[in-house]
């Protein structure tokens, strides 16, 4: 079983940065990609970013230039970085843990809980 904890939402001004954390804990795993998603009230959740464990990272078109995503890899956590925040960012945000889990070798997706990020105008 694997369990993923974020952290680092809250309220901030239009124009601010926040800075979230995705720690994945557990026991005999290991972890492909990690990911980042939102959904922003009322709406479907969508793709934010994704970093894999070779430190590939694909941004979706709503955070490139503004958002960024760093890992470490020793302590299974995964930090989005994201500035110049905007109104409509606002959403509950969540991370998404692609792993292989021993001794199976079977491959599986854990989300986090979900944290809520809100970006007054």
């Known amino acids: 079983q694997v369990q993923l904890v974020e952290s680092g939402g809250g309220l901030v001004q239009a124009g601010g940065s926040l800075r979230l954390s995705c720690a994945a804990s557990?026991?005999?795993?290991?972890?492909?990609?990690m990911g980042w998603y939102r959904q922003p009230p009322g709406k479907q959740r969508e793709l934010v970013a994704t970093?894999?464990?070779?430190?590939?990272?694909n941004y979706a078109d709503s955070g490139k230039g503004r958002f960024t995503v760093s890992r470490d890899n020793a302590k299974n956590t995964v930090y989005p970085q994201m500035n110049s925040l905007k109104p409509e960012d606002t959403a509950v945000y969540y991370c998404k843990a692609n792993v292989i889990v021993a001794p199976t070798a079977l491959i599986y997706d854990y989300w986090g809980q979900g944290t809520q990020v809100t970006v007054s105008s």
């Open positions: 970093i894999t464990n070779r430190g590939n990272i």
């Open positions: 557990g026991s005999a795993f290991s972890i492909n990609a």
